[in-house]
């Protein structure tokens, strides 16, 4: 499907309301009642739900077209790679990269930058060397380069925040140093929302030689990504935020640097010629493809961004924001509501706490409404700490969501007040 089509194969014109009901029926997972009640489904976050075509891609790929890849010589194989391949240029056509081999498939997000921390880290990072990242990063993009400071004597570095949560990017370039040798900073806040200004931080980071991984879990399903403008070295995100399958994911990587890195675990594929003398290795991005990979996932990745472009993300985006509008006008004149994270730049999450209700009581009280939404840290305890709250509750929007599904949830939480009151 062209992305100047819509999701039926029709013309999209660019004054046509965005249907988001129309979308939302390809869904079939939302047609369902939860105890009782409609589903309102919020919780895109931290999983997206899947679009039949990505379910039926899926089911025809395992009944027709399903072996493994690139090792054997018969019909079926060599179909199955051409289905996994063809998805990976569909992918680097959809995050704008200049070449198919700069796209590198690993388990998710979190596979993705441990593979960066462990081979471009673990090459280029000593004692005494800085990692940079921010305050509001998900323990994904923590973790990793504190166990590469750990394995290597390097120090990470914590560029802050402002109340409303947005990167102070002056306290940000004051850490950019000489020691610095990366930078990994999230497109979007898992947690507040916000749109950090990637372009500017590479040019800042990119003006002291510091090359820069973007965390974009959050963005991809949002915002129209091309790798190429924003001169980012490393792209992560993951495919069940995106309307695929789980446990498939991307890492964007530049080829001259995705080049100079080792692999990241050994096996199948991953070589060139093995003797036990000496091992070999494949050219990129195979080299970090050891052993066989989720082929199914991949095949059911490239369907969901090619469903996602036929959608087109500028609708995407313009609906979603006018449905955060609508969603934080309502939440925030609630008494006894605060929202956590009130960037300028938004994508469509909105954390909020409420006086007196613990926000797992609060997730609890939604669910029995036949609401979904996450409550807790988000796996993001530095960011709790410095909003000053042990947990919130979190509300996060797709493109199938309605206007219906914030009066929803805001009835939801009034009655919620009244009954803990
Ligand atoms: N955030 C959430 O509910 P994985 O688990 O590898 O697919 O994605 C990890 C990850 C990395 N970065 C950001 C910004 C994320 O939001 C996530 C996943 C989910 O917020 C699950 S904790």
Redesign the pocket.
């Known amino acids: 499907m062209r992305s100047n089509q819509d999701t039926t194969g029709k013309q999209r014109s660019p004054t046509r309301p965005f249907d988001a009901k129309g979308i939302r029926a390809g869904f079939p997972i939302l047609k369902q009642e939860v105890r009782g009640k409609p589903l309102v489904y919020l919780d895109n976050?931290?999983?997206a739900q899947k679009p039949q075509v990505v379910i039926d891609t899926l089911g025809r790929f395992y009944s027709t077209s399903y072996a493994n890849i690139h090792r054997g010589i018969h019909w079926l194989s060599e179909r199955a790679t051409e289905a996994y391949e063809s998805a990976r240029a569909d992918i680097q056509h959809f995050v704008g990269a200049a070449e198919a081999n700069e796209i590198v498939f690993v388990?998710?997000?979190?596979?993705a930058?441990n593979l960066v921390a462990q081979t471009y880290g673990r090459t280029h990072v000593r004692a005494g060397d800085e990692i940079l990242i921010s305050t509001m990063?998900?323990h994904?993009?923590i973790v990793p380069w504190q166990m590469l400071c750990e394995a290597t004597g390097a120090v990470l570095r914590v560029a802050p925040i402002n109340d409303d949560g947005e990167l102070l990017l002056d306290e940000f370039e004051k850490l950019l140093t000489p020691r610095t040798k990366l930078t990994a900073i999230?497109h979007?806040?898992?947690?507040l929302g916000t749109i950090n200004p990637i372009r500017r931080i590479v040019e800042l980071a990119h003006s002291h030689n510091v090359p820069v991984l973007v965390?974009g879990?959050?963005a991809v399903p949002h915002l129209a990504v091309n790798v190429q403008t924003l001169d980012c070295d490393f792209y992560a995100f993951?495919g069940?935020?995106l309307f695929g399958p789980t446990g498939i994911?991307v890492l964007y990587g530049k080829a001259a640097l995705l080049e100079t890195m080792p692999p990241y675990q050994g096996g199948g594929h991953m070589i060139q010629s093995v003797t036990f003398e000496k091992t070999t290795y494949n050219k990129v991005p195979d080299r970090f493809e050891a052993g066989t990979p989720h082929i199914a996932g991949v095949v059911g990745l490239g369907a969901a961004v090619d469903y996602v472009k036929a959608i087109g993300l500028d609708a995407i985006t313009a609906y979603e924001r006018e449905l955060l509008t609508y969603a934080t006008d309502r939440i925030s004149r609630m008494a006894g509501v605060r929202l956590i994270g009130t960037a300028k730049e938004k994508a469509g999450v909105i954390s909020f706490v409420v006086d007196g209700v613990h926000p797992h009581d609060l997730g609890t009280f939604l669910d029995n409404e036949g609401i979904a939404i996450?409550a807790g840290h988000?796996?993001a305890q530095p960011l709790m700490s410095r909003c000053g709250v042990p947990a919130t509750a979190r509300a996060s929007l797709a493109f199938y969501n309605t206007q219906e599904d914030i009066d929803a949830l805001a009835a939801a939480i009034h009655k919620s007040i009244e009954f803990f009151r």
Do not use: L, P
Not at 107 to 111: H, K, M, V
Not at 188 to 191: H, K, R
């Open positions: 976050a931290a999983s388990r998710g997000t979190t596979e930058i990063e998900h994904s993009n999230a979007v806040s898992n947690v965390d879990a959050q993951s069940h935020k994911g996450r988000h796996c």
